[in-house]
T-cell receptor, first 112, second 117 residues
Framework: RKEVEQDPGPFNVPEGATVAFNCTYS??????FFWYRQDCRKEPKLLMS???SGNEDGRFTAQLNRASQYISLLIRDSKLSDSATYLC?????????????FGSGTRLSIRP | DTGVSQNPRHKITKRGQNVTFRCDPI?????LYWYRQTLGQGPEFLTY????????KSRLLSDRFSAERPKGSFSTLEIQRTEQGDSAMYLC???????????????FGPGTRLTVL
């Protein structure tokens, strides 16, 4: 089993729709969680950190479920510009960079 | 532009040749990371520097790979005797961390795309 797993998609949704995807992790001791966005042939860029209590940034909401060991990303009122690959990142241990694990990404395509 | 920069952006080489990539992090950042990314996969950690000290290396980093950050600023990643399997995007990221326990935000450079023929 991979340490961090994501549904590769693609998720193809109409503009204005709400879309959500999850990311599961295997290490129950994982400390920190992030969502990154990566456009085609571009570098990953931090979208948001994921806090235990859940957090929201505009149209984006991130949740953490430690009991079931997954994080989620919800995008409301999706825009064409949201089309990208969304990478979840799990940090297994503080101070251990080798424990920074990226998922393979979920591709999202927003159609007009 | 004060972001992370990488050079070259693209490199095509023949199998067996040596290649070197450079990363210039954001100037005040003390941590620098190297990752490798292949198509359809997320970035895989290769190695990491805190200032000039190389603190961790992945098992993915074979003896043919070496990285340096001599003055705690820019870093180089060298691949000796390249193989076709080395073809990938090599990403550099930097961050500013105050403590060993901090979970810092990493800022990525545009990457160097290596093609080994």
């Amino acid at each position: 089993r991979k340490e961090v797993e994501q549904d590769p998609g693609p998720f193809n949704v109409p503009e204005g729709a709400t879309v959500a995807f999850n990311c599961t992790y295997s290490n129950s001791a994982s400390q920190s969680f992030f969502w990154y966005r990566q456009d085609c042939r571009k570098e990953p860029k931090l979208l948001m950190s994921v806090y235990s209590s859940g957090n929201e940034d505009g149209r984006f909401t991130a949740q953490l479920n430690r009991a079931s060991q997954y994080i989620s990303l919800l995008i409301r009122d999706s825009k064409l510009s949201d089309s990208a690959t969304y990478l979840c990142v799990v940090l297994g241990e503080y101070s251990s960079a080798s424990k920074i694990i990226f998922g393979s990404g979920t591709r999202l395509s927003i159609r007009p | 532009d004060t972001g992370v920069s990488q050079n070259p952006r693209h490199k095509i080489t023949k199998r067996g040749q040596n290649v070197t990539f450079r990363c210039d992090p954001i100037s005040e950042h003390n941590r620098l990371y190297w990752y490798r990314q292949t198509l359809g996969q997320g970035p895989e950690f290769l190695t990491y520097f805190q200032n000039e000290a190389q603190l961790e290396k992945s098992r993915l980093l074979s003896d043919r790979f070496s990285a340096e950050r001599p003055k705690g600023s820019f870093s180089t990643l060298e691949i000796q005797r390249t193989e076709q399997g080395d073809s990938a995007m090599y990403l550099c990221a930097s961050s500013l961390s105050y403590t060993a326990e901090s979970t810092d935000t990493q800022y990525f450079g545009p990457g160097t795309r290596l093609t080994v023929l």
